[in-house]
């Protein structure tokens, strides 16, 4: 089971979601799933009174996991870099039937994005590494290459973008600021050439 997760500052911070799809992949790397589902994407909106019910996975800063479902699915899997492992450890408590629950109620303070920002674009591409690692253990590998080349797509379409503006602006700021977007998409299209089932570059 699971707490709310909220920002410092009392704010909803994003907290379970459905297990990933490639649409659900789609929307999000392409930023749809915002327009689409809200800021929160995909965690669901927050809801007043909202009760506690079961969900497919729970976000992995605050867990309270029965003894007995560990010692039946295992523990985390260190083979993921600080993203997807939450979602992998409940695809696999929820297919020995175990359910995990979240509750609205309990809330528990996160300061989202601490670690993640210390590593910059390393954590970008070792977050969308980790869904494809995902995909093949869940899905298998034909699903796994399938969300690999999206993102490969969409990191070289941005990437152009970001030559192309980085060129036409006149702010040293500004080229600075696209120059930083580039190197991110060019880190994640170096993570996603290598074998995904392999321990991440750090």
Not at 107 to 136: D, N
Request: aromatic share 12%.
């Amino acid at each position: 089971m699971a707490p709310t997760l909220v920002n410092p500052d009392g704010s909803f911070q994003a907290s379970y979601a459905r297990f990933p799809t490639f649409v659900s992949e789609f929307l999000l790397i392409t930023r749809l799933a915002r327009w689409l589902s809200g800021p929160y994407a995909p965690s669901p909106r927050p809801r007043i009174n909202e009760p506690s019910h079961p969900v497919d996975w729970v976000a992995g800063a605050a867990l309270l996991v029965r003894r007995a479902a560990i010692d039946q699915v295992g523990g985390l899997d260190a083979g993921y870099f600080m993203y997807s492992e939450e979602t992998d450890w409940c695809w696999r408590l929820w297919r020995h039937n175990w359910q995990v629950w979240y509750l609205p109620a309990v809330k528990v303070i996160h300061h989202g994005g601490a670690s993640s920002r210390q590593r910059g674009a390393a954590s970008y591409a070792q977050l969308y590494a980790s869904k494809v690692r995902f995909f093949e253990r869940a899905y298998g590998p034909a699903a796994a290459g399938r969300l690999r080349t999206l993102f490969r797509l969409v990191a070289a379409a941005r990437g152009l973008t970001w030559r192309i503006l980085r060129f036409v602006t006149p702010s040293p700021a500004g080229r600075v600021r696209l120059q930083q977007r580039l190197a991110r998409e060019q880190q994640l299209a170096e993570q996603l050439s290598h074998d995904p089932s392999l321990e991440f570059s750090t």
